[in-house]
């Protein structure tokens, strides 16, 4: 199973990415995507989660209403649509991949990370 994120990089506070995870390996529909960060001295959290057939989303409060996760199982993939950005929001995004959806960290595939660096 490979997970590949993109769509990192430096952009000021209130603008806006959008994350790609790409995966391989795996029959995508059967698995509930995650995106997570972990900023410098901070222990990884959950910022979005996604089910198989995409019927059911969730968002931490902290990127309520600026984060929007969506996949695409035609094409393996899941999106993160970052708005609104601000400096508290840089860390490495990673995307993950779980048999079961879940909000807990315990996936069951990770992807290597991409950073995102929101300058004030």
């Known amino acids: 199973v490979q997970l590949q994120a993109s769509g990192g990089g430096l952009v000021q506070a209130g603008g806006s990415l959008r994350l790609s995870c790409a995966a391989s390996?795996?029959?995508?529909?059967?698995?509930?995507m995650g995106w997570f960060r972990q900023a410098p001295g901070k222990e990884r959290e959950i910022v979005a989660a996604i089910s198989g057939s995409g019927r059911t989303t969730h968002d931490a409060d902290s990127v309520k209403g600026r984060f929007t996760i969506s996949r695409d199982n035609a094409k393996n993939t899941v999106y993160l649509q970052m708005n609104s950005l601000k400096p508290e929001d840089t860390a490495i995004y990673y995307c993950?991949?779980?048999?079961?959806?879940?909000?807990?960290?315990?996936?069951?595939?990770w992807g290597q990370g991409t950073l995102v660096t929101v300058s004030s």
């Open positions: 993950a991949a779980n048999a079961g959806y879940s909000l807990e960290l315990k996936y069951d595939y």
């Open positions: 390996g795996l029959t995508f529909i059967r698995y509930a």
